[in-house]
């Protein structure tokens, strides 16, 4: 009989997971797990210095001992992880456990590797849906997202932009929608040049990344431009695009990314964190244990649940993220595009 506990048994398929993030709709994620961005979070609070502005630097003789400069203004910048969880659980019979226990422990494993899968597409779906929209409120696990990031009104990580105007996302919104254009695009990249900021990905919704491919249509006539194939260098027919790019940067479409906008990331200075509450001593009792397994670099935990049923075994996985921002600026949109 083979010697993997059920708990075992789930930590390899989830460790033996590959997933697509292109194909579950979670491609920020997929992102920031590219850019080494996804850690662990050892505490329930995640605390920096938050750069406000001010600083300076002054002129003088080289024989002279000057007054001191103004120094950096730096404020503490708080956001707390542990309090809320994203959870999917799934049942497995005991009959179809020891039968697959029996044989082998591919058996045993493939066993669970639809639920595995299924549960991992949930979790990943939606923890890369509050990157974008969480509001820090229980509803989105206590998440905040880049839409609150953006929001000028709002103090995130406990720091108010009214007292510190430095500590505000790169936003250019609008009243009512309004189009993408070139001269707005033109004044997107003024704002965030004056802010002395910058980018390294570029995200949109998938309507904001058609009507760039428009706009790249209407002002350089995209559409007639065409493909060579073959050795010979044969034209071929073909109407689609191909792959999107933004100054140089491919444009990644994200399903989760809000409807009308156009967003810019520096990826350097954005976080998903994740908690780690695995048991740390190796528990004889497989009912008791939490194991936890590195999938994109978050710490998904497995545990075994108690059952109405004898004959049924009940599992769960479950992720404890936060989403930190270090800098603001870090993050530019152009919202409330049409």
Not at 259 to 277: K, R
Not at 300 to 306: D, E, M
Request: charged letters at 20%; aromatic letters at 8%.
């Amino acid at each position: 009989m083979s010697s993997l506990t059920p708990l075992e048994a789930l930590n390899r398929v989830v460790e033996d997971t590959v997933v697509d993030l292109r194909l579950v709709g979670a491609r920020t994620l997929a992102n920031l797990y590219e850019n080494g961005s996804i850690k662990t979070a050892t505490k329930t609070t995640l605390d920096w210095d938050a750069l406000a502005g001010g600083g300076g630097v002054a002129w003088e003789s080289t024989d002279q001992d000057g007054a001191n400069t103004a120094t950096d203004v730096t404020v503490p910048a708080k956001l707390f992880i542990g309090s809320h969880r994203i959870k999917h659980q799934f049942s497995v019979s005991r009959v179809a456990l020891r039968e697959a226990a029996t044989l082998a422990p591919d058996d045993l494993k493939d066993l669970f590797g639809a639920h595995i899968r299924s549960g991992l597409t949930h979790i990943l779906r939606e923890i890369n849906r509050v990157i974008w929209v969480g509001d820090g409120t229980p509803a989105t696990g206590n998440v905040v997202g880049l839409n609150k990031v953006m929001d000028a009104t709002f103090a995130y990580a406990g720091v108010d932009p009214a007292a510190y105007p430095e500590w505000q996302a790169v936003a250019l919104t609008n009243a009512t929608p309004r189009a993408l254009t070139r001269d707005l695009l033109l004044d997107y990249e003024e704002a965030i040049v004056n802010r002395e900021t910058y980018y390294n990905s570029v995200v949109t919704s998938p309507s904001a990344a058609k009507n760039y491919t428009k706009l790249f249509d209407t002002i350089a006539g995209g559409s007639s431009v065409t493909k060579m194939v073959d050795d010979k260098k044969q034209p071929a027919v073909d109407l689609g695009h191909g792959a999107r790019y933004y100054n140089g940067l491919p444009i990644v479409e994200d399903p989760m990314c809000p409807a009308g906008q156009f967003a810019t990331l520096n990826l350097d200075e954005i976080f998903l964190y994740s908690f780690d509450v695995s048991t740390k001593v190796d528990d004889p009792d497989d009912d008791s244990r939490i194991i936890s397994s590195k999938t994109m670099g978050l710490n998904v935990h497995l545990s075994k649940l108690p059952s109405n049923n004898s004959a049924v075994h009940r599992f769960e996985l479950f992720v404890i993220p936060q989403l930190q921002v270090k800098n603001r600026k870090a993050v530019q949109a152009i919202r409330n595009l049409s």
